[in-house]
């Protein structure tokens, strides 16, 4: 049973925290940083995956910080926050491998998505991503647009942004996870087969 007692956060910290104060906010990242990672790490056995959902987490409180009720135990509402995004996350990774398995399936019949798709399923999915391209930040959704809708090459995409080669394929992978999120929460598994081709 996790222990809501400690750490004790000091509530003028929490007041600072709560007005925007940055030091607040990264004296109670420190304070948390190692407890909420362990917490998180049990669940995904994956130390990469407990650091990204970590920081997702912190970055969630930080939005959130006008909002947070500091007369409540802020290390309880810590640990629910992680609980529910962890669940979360572990669903999505359910429902992935679901989606993967029905993939292959379809590969190994030699079946295109689209083909199992009626002109009403081809629809839906076509406003759901654009819906999902117009939800990306700007830089990722005119990486996305130029590279996987025009067809541009990496250097061509690069060249007309004015970034670099790499910072463009990480605007690119990232525009293109975010992407399979908001199918993933949205869509359903008709849908989702297509996300076989974002890949």
Not at 18 to 43: C, E, P, V
Not at 182 to 194: A, R, V
């Amino acid at each position: 049973m996790t222990d809501f007692s400690l750490p004790n956060t000091d509530p003028e910290l929490l007041q600072r925290f709560a007005r925007g104060d940055q030091q607040a906010f990264a004296a109670i990242y420190g304070q948390y940083h190692s407890l909420i990672y362990n917490y998180l790490l049990k669940f995904t056995k994956d130390s990469t995956l407990a650091e990204d959902l970590l920081h997702d987490i912190f970055l969630k409180i930080w939005d959130a910080r006008e909002r947070v009720d500091i007369k409540v135990s802020f290390t309880a509402y810590l640990y629910g926050l992680a609980r529910n995004t962890v669940i979360t996350q572990l669903n999505r990774m359910n429902l992935y491998d679901a989606i993967r398995g029905e993939i292959m399936k379809d590969a190994e019949l030699e079946l295109h998505p689209r083909h199992l798709m009626n002109k009403v399923e081809a629809r839906e999915y076509e406003e759901l991503l654009q819906k999902a391209i117009d939800n990306l930040p700007p830089q990722r959704r005119e990486a996305f647009i130029l590279c996987r809708q025009q067809g541009k090459s990496y250097e061509e995409a690069a060249t007309i942004m004015n970034i670099s080669r790499n910072t463009l394929k990480q605007h690119l992978s990232l525009s293109v996870k975010s992407i399979k999120e908001y199918l993933l929460e949205h869509g359903n598994i008709s849908l989702l087969l297509l996300l076989a081709f974002f890949s």
